[in-house]
């Protein structure tokens, strides 16, 4: 036995006791900037070309390449299965994958910790293709990763995808409880001491609440941009590509269509096929100006693109538009798999609220209601996307710009949501109100099947 898998077999019971001591993940420090020597390396180009080089160099040699320089994005090669055969052999790739991840963290590619190690834990707990790295990937890579959040977030997916749930030790006891609770009230087992009211996401909240805000103020804003800001607009007019790809839009829509793993692993162009007046990841891409909002709503070509463009992410998801007038969308042939998707990549939940902000922001705002109600439905009723759940009540609700449609969804949200006492996503009076307007429940004996049904389909 390697030294390093001796020390980690005396460690984890100790780290389980005290994991707070070891481990500020969950302490309100943030990463701190690294200043001394490595500032120089960190602002010389060509010295960071070469590191780039050289990473791109070993992430071959373990079988994966580099699919966006911009985020970090990476996926397997072509040759995957003989280099992830020889990275299970050779487990001294470990401590180099660890000493990479160190680098990247201090030299100027903090941005590319997280895709590396997102990808190791899928390989490691959803595909199972590298056995022999998962000890290293839960007890080194993680917590290599230097921003805090990114960090948290590596700890959920690995959470989420772990068993035993029960000997998870990579986070503090209290938050494997707030987990564990989480998905026992995904799976409608509440326990007695689960019955005190949650409280609701604030930051969501306020987040939403600020977009819809902005969105009343465009209304009677008077301020002027150049046309050398209208790089949004451009791009929808196939005049300019989206960096850092340097793809059209018209190109986009030919040959990135129904290309799943590109459109999941490349984090760059949705920013550009979405923009909005929040910045995003990609650095290239530009914020919405009020002369484009006006543009985009006027210009029936670059409406006919933005629609095509959400045709194409709808397909990504497994879903189809089936009436452009309404925007009523359904499922897809291809839902199952498209469906699996989701809930195994919980970032497309930022991208789907990115894109009802579009919506309504350009001219589409018809198009919000019905697709927040697809995803109700597919959460709470058939609970087909349980890891999209919390999201389309934290977010996609509250990013319609229709207060009636908003408080309609909420209330279609809240009669279908159980238990109804944990329900925090409108006022108690107003949950009362509900209550009291509900139709009183016949014994299952005074009811047929069949005007159960009628009553079921009527209130869906």
Same mark, same amino acid.
């Given at each position: ?167 998870? !030790? ?5 938050? $494997? ?8 009230? &995904? +799976?409608? /087992? @509440?326990? %007695? ?87 995003? !990841? ?5 914020? $919405? ?8 709503? &006027? +210009?029936? /070509? @670059?409406? %006919? ?156």
């Amino acid at each position: 036995m390697s030294p390093t898998h001796w020390a980690m077999g005396n460690s984890q019971n100790s780290l389980k006791d005290n994991c707070e001591e070891y481990d500020s993940t969950w302490e309100g420090e943030n990463g701190s900037d690294h200043e001394g020597p490595t500032e120089e390396f960190r602002r010389d180009e060509e010295v960071k070309r070469r590191l780039l080089k050289s990473y791109q160099l070993m992430l071959d040699f373990y079988g994966i390449k580099l699919v966006d320089e911009v985020t970090g994005g990476v996926e397997r090669a072509e040759h995957w299965r003989e280099r992830l055969e020889n990275l299970n052999r050779n487990t001294h790739n470990n401590l180099r994958i660890t000493r990479i991840l160190k680098c990247l963290g201090l030299l100027g590619f903090q941005h590319y910790q997280k895709p590396l190690v997102h990808f190791f834990l899928e390989e490691t707990l959803v595909t199972e293709t590298l056995p022999r790295l998962k000890q290293s990937v839960l007890d080194y890579f993680i917590f290599a990763v230097v921003d805090k959040s990114e960090r948290r977030e590596l700890i959920r997916f690995a959470f989420d995808h772990f068993k035993p749930k029960d000997k998870f !030790v990579w986070c503090p006891r209290r938050i $494997l409880s707030k987990w564990l609770k989480e998905l026992e009230r &995904e +799976d409608g /087992t @509440v326990t %007695k001491q689960q019955t005190r009211k949650p409280q609701r996401n604030l930051e969501a909240a306020r987040d939403m609440q600020m977009f819809r805000q902005r969105c009343q103020m465009l209304r009677h804003s008077s301020r002027s941009h150049g046309q050398d800001d209208s790089y949004n607009l451009y791009f929808y007019q196939n005049r300019i590509p989206f960096q850092p790809h340097g793809v059209c839009i018209e190109d986009f829509h030919k040959d990135w269509f129904g290309d799943y793993t590109r459109l999941e692993r490349v984090h760059s162009y949705i920013q550009w096929l979405f923009p909005t007046q929040e910045p995003g !990841v990609n650095t290239y891409a530009h914020v $919405l100006t009020p002369i484009e909002i006006k543009h985009f709503c &006027e +210009d029936k /070509t @670059v409406k %006919k693109r933005l629609l095509k463009s959400y045709k194409l992410m709808l397909d990504f998801y497994g879903i189809r538009l089936v009436n452009e007038e309404t925007g009523e969308v359904r499922r897809a042939n291809n839902w199952r798999e498209r469906f699996e998707n989701l809930n195994r990549n919980r970032h497309n939940n930022l991208r789907i609220t990115r894109i009802l902000k579009c919506l309504g922001l350009l001219g589409f705002r018809r198009y919000q209601a019905p697709l927040v109600y697809f995803f109700l439905k597919e959460t709470l009723i058939k609970g087909t996307l349980p890891h999209v759940k919390q999201s389309a009540l934290d977010y996609f609700i509250f990013a319609i710009l229709d207060k009636y449609e908003r408080r309609q969804l909420i209330k279609f949200a809240f009669s279908h949501f159980e238990p109804k006492e944990q329900f925090v996503w409108c006022p108690d009076r107003i949950q009362r109100k509900y209550l009291k307007g509900a139709p009183r429940k016949e014994h299952p004996s005074q009811t047929s099947d069949v005007s159960r049904r009628g009553v079921m389909h009527h209130q869906m």
